[in-house]
């Protein structure tokens, strides 16, 4: 093969990581408007908003299922080893994880619509949002550490999961001691529960990306190699290719 070969062959393998990551944050930037709406959407209990949700969620499926597509090409046309292995098989991970997001999102949207009417607690939705505001944050910021190869960052966001339980603990606090005021307000606090708890759950699938983008750097998960790739099941890396 001669050198031009060579650094075409590099080239191209180069443009298709970098398609790879486009991909990948513009899988983010769909989940993190469908989560963001799914929640106003039970705050103002907008029905319409809440079917746009439903709809949207094929669209993220859609590029879920090309990134996958576009990984498991990648391994079999190029044979990538070592770093460049690891990185197309961390992405693949974090778009399951990101995918598994869309889902509790649409599922939010979805038990909008099996409610309807109009919440009576208008202090505890202020904490709603702010879990969901939080829960935002960290998803951007796991998918940017990913993109830009940040470990550093996914370490801190991997240590720092408990800021959303947090956050969890007190709205429930907070709704528990509303409700025992209120009787009246029962059916609203459960479907502030369900929904605070859809949005706490993320924090899981925010760890697993932090834990994929560790692997990617280091070679290793976070908790040293315990357990299985996030989302992968039971793939595992020969010690030669990681």
Excluded at 69 to 93: C, F, K, N, S
Aim: include cysteine.
């Amino acid at each position: 093969m001669t050198t031009d070969v060579v650094a075409h062959t590099v080239k191209a393998f180069d443009a298709d990581l970098a398609a790879l990551s486009r991909m990948i944050s513009e899988l983010g930037d769909l989940v993190d408007k469908e989560l963001r709406d799914a929640v106003e959407a039970v705050i103002h209990s907008d029905g319409e908003r809440a079917k746009a949700v439903i709809a949207s969620d094929q669209a993220t499926d859609s590029l879920q299922r090309q990134i996958e597509d576009h990984a498991i090409t990648l391994i079999a046309r190029r044979q990538p080893v070592a770093y460049d292995l690891r990185l197309i098989v961390a992405a693949w991970e974090t778009a399951i994880e990101l995918r598994r997001v869309g889902d509790l999102a649409k599922g939010i949207a979805e038990h909008t619509i099996e409610i309807g009417g109009n919440h009576t607690m208008p202090e505890q939705m202020k904490g709603l949002r702010r879990i969901a505001r939080a829960v935002l944050r960290r998803l951007r910021e796991a998918v940017e550490s990913l993109v830009q190869g940040d470990a550093a960052k996914a370490e801190r966001l991997w240590r720092s999961d408990h800021e959303i339980d947090s956050i969890y603990m007190s709205l429930c606090r907070e709704l528990l001691t509303y409700t025992m005021a209120e009787t009246t307000s029962s059916p609203s606090a459960i479907s502030l529960l369900f929904c605070a708890k859809s949005i706490e759950s993320i924090g899981d699938n925010i760890t697993n990306i932090t834990d994929a983008v560790h692997y990617v750097v280091h070679g290793q998960r976070i908790n040293g190699g315990a357990g299985e790739p996030s989302g992968l099941g039971s793939l595992s890396l020969p010690a030669n290719l990681v």
